[in-house]
């Protein structure tokens, strides 16, 4: 069926569980996929759920005690990515498109010209909302959307999330990290590094005007207009209940199972001239490299914002390459710091890593 490239459906399809967001999230790429359906704008929302992304283990990322006794569902997206905690104080943002619509094969690209319309939405409920590579949406350095893609053939489902009102401690007591290491320095640290809507407008906007400010940025943006429809089409309700069959069961959820042996958590305490610094690291041990990396601290650096920009330039370095990625961040960095060097923050990552060494032995290049 041949669709009006200019014309594109916009589509609620309202509060679900995860398991049944993720078959709709099937069943929609799938029907794109097959010309069954015009490219789509769809938000949506979850009732608390605990969403891995599709190559993650749950035993590894998630409190599974917690998410069982909060009543929390877990499931697995089909796009990339880490893990998040989503509930009805956030809304969720989708794009069914094809490659072609943007101009570029290249994901890197997409996820710039999708982010930057989001963002421009974003800026229109009154906030400084900007991309920031490699696929974020940030407001003054706080993040408030994080977002992600997956491809089939040349359709795209690119999604977004983002944070209207926002329970940080909740979060973090749903991701493993936070449940090992929750403190209150913890929680004010994650609160610095998320910016949510109520917070920065003082309070929050109603989804509706959410939903109908997105949709014109996403409309502006791409130079389409947008036709409401009412309901997921009779082919899409289809898919949907075939995907629903296979994604809401354990095997889907587990269907990727590693040890948390194989990623374990590290701290380290240093004190320095500059201050004192706590830095905690997800590791991979299989792979033998950092998958996140979080430092906290009283420190001094300027522009403030440097912390976190080094944090994102070691998601998932090869520890063998640690001081080489350290050393070409800094290089490239221009920041002030108060009797603070980078070899202090070299010293404090590799004294995490080292208390690993008696139970997984590692190398540092």
Known sequence: MQYNARRWRVIDTGLR???????????????????LIPHTLRFLQFTPSALLGYHQSAEQELDLDYCRQQGIEIQRRITGGGAIYFDEAQIGWELYIDKQTLGTQDMSSIAQLVCEAAALGMRRLGVD???RPRNDIEVDGRKISGT???????????????????????????????????????????????????????????????????????????GVVFDDAIDLTEIEVAKFHAALIEMDTPQWV?????????????????????????????MDVVQRS???????????????????????????????????????????????????????FITAIESA?????????????
């Open 254 to 282: 587990h269907l990727i199972q590693r040890p948390r042996s194989e990623a374990p958590i590290v701290t380290s305490l240093y004190k320095c001239q500059g201050g004192l610094m706590r830095v905690a690291i997800a």
């Open 17 to 35: 569980r995860a398991a049944e967001n993720m078959a709709i999230n099937q069943a929609m790429l799938e029907a794109h996929k097959e010309g």
């Open 353 to 365: 890593l080292a208390s690993s060494a008696s139970a997984v032995p590692i190398a540092i290049g």
């Open 148 to 222: 992600g893609g997956a491809a089939d053939g040349d359709s795209i489902l690119y999604q977004g999330s983002l944070l209207v009102d926002f329970d940080v401690e909740r979060m973090l007591r749903v991701l493993r990290v936070a449940a090992e290491k929750l403190s209150g320095k913890s929680i004010a640290s994650a609160r610095e590094r998320v910016a949510n809507l109520k917070d920065l407008l003082g309070e929050a906007p109603t989804m509706t005007v959410v939903k109908s400010v997105m949709t014109q940025a996403f409309a502006q943006a791409f």
């Open 290 to 344: 950092i998958k996140q990396i979080w430092i906290t601290g009283d420190i001094f650096v300027n522009p403030r914002r440097m912390v976190l920009d080094l944090e994102a330039a070691l998601k998932d370095t090869p520890i063998a390459e640690l001081r080489t990625r350290i050393e070409r961040f800094f290089d490239e960095y221009p920041v002030e710091m108060l009797k603070l060097t980078r070899r202090d």
């Open 129 to 131: 909302a900007r991309f």
